[in-house]
């Protein structure tokens, strides 16, 4: 049956918990990864451009949440939230080329490509990928090596062809052709699901969560990967391109299948917000400590950026 309501949540000041986390994943971004090492002045700018240029932070801030769910302090397993975002930064980089999206705005500034060239643009996705498994790579006191190579096969796996590279091509090749609801979902769960069911993952992992804890955790990403998606499609179509950051009317002009366009907004903003009362009935067994996630669930829905 479906959960028709969502259940009553302790309150906690999510605004300040979001700006918290997003700081201590911002300072290890900036001051924490090896940047000394790149060569290029250039190609170093490019990618401090992308990647410190703002943004909800929603990948990395998962993993630590999962973590925290499990009764840990976050700051240990900040390597491998940063290692999350460097993989999402670079899908944005490549998505707003002119082969792919061909944007020219992104998180309120010009994209990549637009502030540099193309080819800098290029290059500093793919060094953002790689730099992202140099990071996943990187011992944490306290997780077995092995569980820690285990991580960094589910990143590929998130992030690659069965995931989201994988989706992106799905939603390439979909752009002049009717999808079903099913095939839709498809294109969602691989595009955009893949990454933040995999924060939850590791999360789960990083922290030591018993087979019946992933598992939830995972069901949790799932649900809320595809509610993110959701609300998404119905910000192409409702949001304020100024809080968004980005051009918005883009699947309208480009005809694409999108949730508000085969299920129309109401009954998109219904599956929405089923996913999330999903979500969090995931976390049912868990402590007053996985509350951050409760509410997490909650913004995703009710986002305006
Ligand atoms: C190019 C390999 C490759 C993949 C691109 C993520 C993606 C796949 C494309 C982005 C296009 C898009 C707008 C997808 C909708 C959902 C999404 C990922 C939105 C952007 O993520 P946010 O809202 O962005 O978390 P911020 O800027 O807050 O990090």
Known sequence: MRPSATPAMEPLDLEQYLSHHRALVEEALAQRLPWQA????????????????????????LVLACTEALGHRPERFLPFACAMECIHTYSLIHDDLPAMDDDALRRGRPTCHKQFDEATAILAGDALLTLAF???????????????????????????????VGGQMLDMLSEKKQLSLEELK???????????????????????????????????????????????DILDETGDSRLLGKATGQDQQSA??????????????????????????????FTSQADPLRHLARFVLTRTH
Do not use: W
Not at 45 to 56: D, E, I, N, P, W
């Open 38 to 61: 790149a060569p290029s002045e250039r190609l170093n700018a490019a990618m401090r451009y992308s990647l410190l240029g703002g943004g909800k932070r929603l990948r990395p801030i």
């Open 256 to 285: 694409k299948a999108t949730y508000p366009r085969l299920l129309g907004l109401h009954n998109a903003r219904q599956e929405a917000e089923h996913q999330v009362a999903q979500a969090i009935s995931s976390l049912e067994p």
């Open 186 to 232: 498809t294109v969602h769960a691989c595009k955009t699901g893949a990454l933040i069911r995999v924060a939850c993952v590791a999360g789960a992992r990083l922290g030591g969560g018993t087979p019946e804890q992933r598992e939830r955790l995972a069901n949790y990403g799932a649900a809320i990967g595809l509610a993110f998606q959701i609300t998404d």
């Open 134 to 164: 140099e990071l996943a790579a990187q011992p944490i006191a306290g997780v077995d090596p092995l569980e820690s190579l285990g991580l960094i096969q589910l990143l590929a796996q998130g992030a690659g062809m069965g995931g989201m």
